[in-house]
């Protein structure tokens, strides 16, 4: 009892010290928050030591060890323990058998004291506890990534996978305790009076039988719960023959009930309960488990698909959202430019000619001086408007497609640039359309493309033009292998941060509605590159990003 | 003179007709499409065709497409563009042919009747007329560059100026100096730009404007 609430008073301090936040403090509670999951070696060799010396005494040496481990090579120590806590399950079945056999020793088994005195003979506690120690031991291999970590989460993450056949992971997992009462009731040793079997043969049967049912578990879920479920309707139905019949049916212990050691009967009553509790829930998970078979198994090119859709839905709903914020800001902005912009200039052009009209019986000249005013108003509104068109649509580009809107964009770019566009017809390449391109100005790219991917070679023009201090710029623009490819290089400083402004940023949300992407590369002392790419930019299907 | 216009806006093509009516010029053709202006073009050979670059049936250039094509039939029939907006690229291929007679002008010149008449004379007569924010452009271009650094502040005034078509004259007028100072001014400029010197005014605008280009 109180080496009990020692190991918990010690694993306590190890879990508030673990626990406590991210940051870690000076001092002797940071020395041991770097410990970190090796600390758990102390009560590993705490139980190991009271166990190997008997109910009450610790061996030093072991805990001098442990303590040894954690101060100079708290790695080696935090790979150990996994194995330190599996060892102590292990020895913890053993342990088990040992009192099934018949052994009255008490022992201190980690958190219990076993013994004669305990709930018959200590072997379903020690049982209890080693199984909880073996999950635990399971776990903290994969928390600490110890060697053979790897082994684990393959089988667990295979077997955790979501979407295999409607069979969860709670069914499939019922075959172990189905299988425990199996083995206990017609275990080897028992099995219709064969009996004398020695000590290696059952636990090579055990080793067996316990291997299959993992193979169950981690490979075949479904039919794991199956037999999980079929066990249950056979354990349930021998409750109550054992009930009717005992002790004319075999059997060594049935539940809760101790058949093997009694010559008298158990009371009868507790197998019908117990059997009536197995079937129960075995009718009840039937007509689950057979619904999967039922169903036929789940085909992995459906799941993949599925899979595939679910993430591009989840791509899209993210891309309509900043398509649909960004249209709407664009609006906003049309809307400012507009109210104050053209919209003021015509209310003063209204103004200059109503003061004229008021001015002209008496004074004539400065009449005439309003009307002027009023004329370079208006044309400064145009001016205005000219430029708030140009924003939301390019009037070449309206007219002749991206090629040309690129080579006007190159033009009233003040560098030197260099053009290479390769795009399907119609790009006349002299500027000159024949008669028989009238109709496909765009191209055969779709319109909102081209406007995407004009507006982001223009910003990273525009960024050359103000950042870079380039004499030259390169811009690459094809469509080939079913992508629209645009790249504009140039020659200046480089060392540009693309997450530093807003521009590209805008960009990069306006081609991705379209699937596209943008990437910059700027090494200090250049090139700086800013490469686009716009996959089926000829299509027109937008549900497919191919 | 004669004049064509090609305009789609009834209210711009109207205005247009009485504008010009008032100022003189005789309108032998206003249509509203590409096609009815390549036919008027080719058809009535006037003094002066005044497109809208944009024009149905497509509502893109077709204005435009439609008055080089009218120049390829026609060699050196005098075309002015109008347009809400102007473009370097189609300034390039309306001079692309090197015979004159080309105009490119924001369709708000028309406000300043004597400017915009006096385009029209000076492309019928075989001349080039460019936009001033076409010139800005071109000067923006070549602005970090040598040797157009070299120039004096006044000097690239008279660059612009003469890029858009105005005669020495014009020029004098609208900067407030002499006829005499300005062709000073363009003596230095060609100087300093390497080209040779003209008297004739159209070839001094496409020297001025293939210099720019290039």
Same mark, same amino acid.
């Given at each position: 009892?109180?080496?009990?609430?020692?190991?918990?008073?010690?694993?306590?301090?190890?879990?508030?010290?673990?626990?406590?936040?991210?940051?870690?403090?000076?001092?002797?509670?940071?020395?041991?928050?770097?410990?970190?999951?090796?600390?758990?070696?102390?009560?590993?060799?705490?139980?190991?030591?009271?166990?190997?010396?008997?109910?009450?005494?610790?061996?030093?040496?072991?805990?001098?060890?442990?303590?040894?481990?954690?101060?100079?090579?708290?790695?080696?120590?935090?790979?150990?323990?996994? $194995?330190?806590?599996?060892?102590?399950?292990?020895?913890?079945?053993?342990?088990?058998?040992?009192?099934?056999?018949?052994?009255?020793?008490?022992?201190?088994?980690?958190?219990?004291?076993?013994?004669?005195?305990?709930?018959?003979?200590?072997?379903?506690?020690?049982?209890?506890?080693?199984?909880?120690?073996?999950?635990?031991?399971?776990?903290?291999?994969?928390?600490?990534?110890?060697?053979?970590?790897?082994?684990?989460?393959?089988?667990?993450?295979?077997?955790?996978?979501?979407?295999?056949?409607?069979?969860?992971?709670?069914?499939?997992?019922?075959?172990?305790?189905?299988?425990?009462?199996?083995?206990?009731?017609?275990?080897?040793?028992?099995?219709?009076?064969?009996?004398?079997?020695?000590?290696?043969?059952?636990?090579?049967?055990?080793?067996?039988?316990?291997?299959?049912?993992?193979?169950?578990?981690?490979?075949?879920?479904?039919?794991?719960?199956?037999?999980?479920?079929?066990?249950?309707?056979?354990?349930?139905?021998?409750?109550?023959?054992?009930?009717?019949?005992?002790?004319?049916?075999?059997?060594?212990? $049935?539940?809760?009930?101790?058949?093997?050691?009694?010559?008298?009967?158990?009371?009868?009553?507790?197998?019908?309960?117990?059997?009536?509790?197995?079937?129960?829930?075995?009718?009840?998970?039937?007509?689950?488990?057979?619904?999967?078979?039922?169903?036929?198994?789940?085909?992995?090119?459906?799941?993949?698909?599925?899979?595939?859709?679910?993430?591009?839905?989840?791509?899209?709903?993210?891309?309509?959202?900043?398509?649909?914020?960004?249209?709407?800001?664009?609006?906003?902005?049309?809307?400012?430019?507009?109210?104050?912009?053209?919209?003021?200039?015509?209310?003063?052009?209204?103004?200059?000619?109503?003061?004229?009209?008021?001015?002209?019986?008496?004074?004539?000249?400065?009449?005439?001086?309003?009307?002027?005013?009023?004329?370079?108003?208006?044309?400064?509104?145009?001016?205005?408007?000219?430029?708030?068109?140009?924003?939301?649509?390019?009037?070449?580009?309206?007219?002749?497609?991206?090629?040309?809107?690129?080579?006007?964009?190159?033009?009233?770019?003040?560098?030197?640039?260099?053009?290479?566009?390769?795009?399907?017809?119609?790009?006349?390449?002299?500027?000159?359309?024949?008669?028989?391109?009238?109709?496909?100005?765009?191209?055969?790219?779709?319109?909102?493309?081209?406007?995407?991917? $004009?507006?982001?070679?223009?910003?990273?023009?525009?960024?050359?033009?103000?950042?870079?201090?380039?004499?030259?710029?390169?811009?690459?623009?094809?469509?080939?292998?079913?992508?629209?490819?645009?790249?504009?290089?140039?020659?200046?400083?480089?060392?540009?941060?693309?997450?530093?402004?807003?521009?590209?940023?805008?960009?990069?949300?306006?081609?991705?509605?379209?699937?596209?992407?943008?990437?910059?590369?700027?090494?200090?002392?250049?090139?700086?590159?800013?490469?686009?790419?716009?996959?089926?930019?000829?299509?027109?299907?937008?549900?497919?990003?191919? | 003179?004669?004049?064509?216009?090609?305009?789609?806006?009834?209210?711009?093509?109207?205005?247009?007709?009485?504008?010009?009516?008032?100022?003189?010029?005789?309108?032998?053709?206003?249509?509203?499409?590409?096609?009815?202006?390549?036919?008027?073009?080719?058809?009535?050979?006037?003094?002066?065709?005044?497109?809208?670059?944009?024009?149905?049936?497509?509502?893109?250039?077709?204005?435009?497409?439609?008055?080089?094509?009218?120049?390829?039939?026609?060699?050196?029939?005098?075309?002015?563009?109008?347009?809400?907006?102007?473009?370097?690229?189609?300034?390039?291929?309306?001079?692309?042919?090197?015979?004159?007679?080309?105009?490119?002008?924001?369709?708000?010149?028309?406000?300043?009747?004597?400017?915009?008449?006096?385009?029209?004379?000076?492309?019928?007569?075989?001349?080039?007329?460019?936009?001033?924010?076409?010139?800005?452009?071109?000067?923006?271009?070549?602005?970090?560059?040598?040797?157009?650094?070299?120039?004096?502040?006044?000097?690239?005034?008279?660059?612009?100026?003469?890029?858009?078509?105005?005669?020495?004259?014009?020029?004098?007028?609208?900067?407030?100096?002499?006829?005499?100072?300005?062709?000073?001014?363009?003596?230095?400029?060609?100087?300093?730009?390497?080209?040779?010197?003209?008297?004739?005014?159209?070839?001094?605008?496409?020297?001025?404007?293939?210099?720019?280009?290039?």
């Amino acid at each position: 009892m109180l080496f009990a609430l020692v190991l918990l008073l010690t694993i306590g301090c190890i879990a508030f010290i673990l626990s406590r936040g991210t940051a870690r403090p000076e001092g002797l509670r940071g020395w041991l928050r770097a410990r970190g999951w090796g600390l758990l070696l102390l009560p590993v060799a705490m139980s190991a030591a009271a166990m190997a010396g008997g109910a009450h005494g610790l061996i030093p040496a072991e805990l001098g060890l442990a303590v040894l481990a954690i101060a100079f090579a708290p790695e080696l120590a935090a790979k150990l323990v996994p $194995y330190g806590v599996l060892g102590l399950a292990g020895f913890g079945l053993h342990l088990a058998k040992r009192y099934r056999d018949g052994f009255t020793n008490p022992v201190q088994y980690v958190f219990v004291h076993a013994g004669p005195d305990t709930w018959r003979g200590g072997a379903p506690p020690v049982l209890l506890e080693a199984g909880v120690l073996f999950v635990t031991g399971l776990w903290l291999l994969v928390r600490v990534d110890a060697p053979g970590a790897v082994l684990i989460r393959a089988l667990a993450g295979r077997w955790l996978d979501n979407g295999r056949g409607g069979i969860s992971a709670v069914q499939a997992l019922l075959l172990v305790p189905v299988v425990g009462l199996a083995m206990q009731l017609l275990g080897p040793g028992n099995w219709f009076g064969i009996g004398a079997v020695d000590g290696l043969d059952v636990a090579v049967i055990d080793l067996a039988v316990a291997t299959a049912a993992l193979v169950l578990i981690f490979r075949l879920r479904a039919w794991a719960a199956t037999v999980a479920v079929a066990g249950l309707l056979v354990l349930g139905t021998y409750g109550w023959l054992i009930a009717a019949f005992w002790p004319a049916v075999p059997g060594f212990a $049935y539940g809760f009930s101790d058949l093997g050691n009694n010559s008298v009967p158990s009371p009868l009553w507790s197998d019908a309960l117990q059997g009536s509790l197995l079937l129960a829930l075995g009718l009840w998970l039937t007509p689950r488990v057979m619904r999967h078979h039922l169903a036929g198994a789940p085909d992995p090119e459906l799941a993949a698909r599925a899979r595939q859709l679910t993430q591009r839905v989840q791509t899209l709903t993210k891309t309509r959202h900043d398509a649909v914020d960004t249209a709407v800001a664009e609006l906003r902005r049309i809307e400012r430019d507009l109210h104050d912009g053209a919209q003021a200039r015509l209310v003063a052009l209204g103004m200059s000619l109503q003061a004229a009209e008021r001015l002209f019986p008496v004074n004539p000249q400065a009449a005439l001086a309003l009307v002027t005013e009023a004329k370079e108003t208006s044309s400064r509104a145009l001016t205005d408007l000219r430029e708030l068109v140009r924003g939301i649509y390019p009037p070449v580009l309206a007219d002749r497609g991206l090629a040309d809107a690129v080579r006007a964009l190159a033009l009233d770019t003040p560098l030197h640039t260099e053009l290479d566009i390769d795009l399907p017809s119609p790009a006349p390449a002299g500027g000159h359309a024949g008669p028989g391109t009238a109709g496909g100005h765009a191209g055969t790219i779709d319109m909102p493309v081209a406007a995407a991917v $004009y507006f982001a070679i223009a910003e990273a023009l525009a960024n050359a033009v103000r950042h870079s201090g380039a004499r030259t710029v390169r811009i690459h623009l094809r469509h080939e292998a079913g992508a629209l490819r645009a790249q504009v290089t140039d020659d200046g400083a480089g060392g540009a941060d693309p997450a530093a402004g807003t521009g590209l940023a805008g960009v990069e949300r306006r081609l991705a509605t379209f699937d596209g992407i943008l990437a910059v590369s700027s090494p200090p002392g250049g090139p700086t590159i800013v490469a686009i790419e716009v996959p089926c930019a000829l299509s027109s299907a937008k549900t497919s990003s191919c | 003179m004669r004049i064509v216009i090609g305009e789609d806006l009834f209210l711009l093509r109207e205005g247009l007709v009485k504008l010009l009516s008032a100022h003189g010029f005789e309108i032998v053709a206003a249509v509203a499409t590409a096609p009815e202006l390549l036919a008027a073009l080719v058809d009535q050979h006037p003094d002066v065709g005044i497109v809208d670059v944009r024009l149905p049936p497509t509502h893109t250039d077709d204005g435009l497409r439609a008055a080089l094509q009218a120049r390829a039939q026609v060699p050196g029939l005098p075309v002015l563009v109008l347009s809400q907006y102007v473009e370097q690229l189609y300034a390039r291929e309306l001079l692309a042919d090197q015979a004159g007679g080309v105009g490119y002008l924001l369709k708000d010149r028309v406000f300043n009747d004597d400017q915009f008449t006096g385009a029209i004379r000076t492309v019928a007569a075989g001349g080039t007329v460019l936009d001033p924010e076409v010139i800005s452009k071109l000067l923006d271009r070549h602005s970090r560059t040598e040797p157009l650094t070299r120039l004096t502040a006044r000097e690239r005034q008279v660059l612009a100026l003469m890029a858009e078509g105005r005669s020495n004259a014009a020029i004098a007028q609208r900067l407030f100096v002499t006829e005499k100072a300005v062709s000073k001014h363009a003596a230095g400029i060609f100087a300093k730009l390497d080209l040779a010197p003209s008297d004739d005014d159209n070839r001094r605008v496409l020297a001025v404007l293939a210099y720019l280009e290039s």
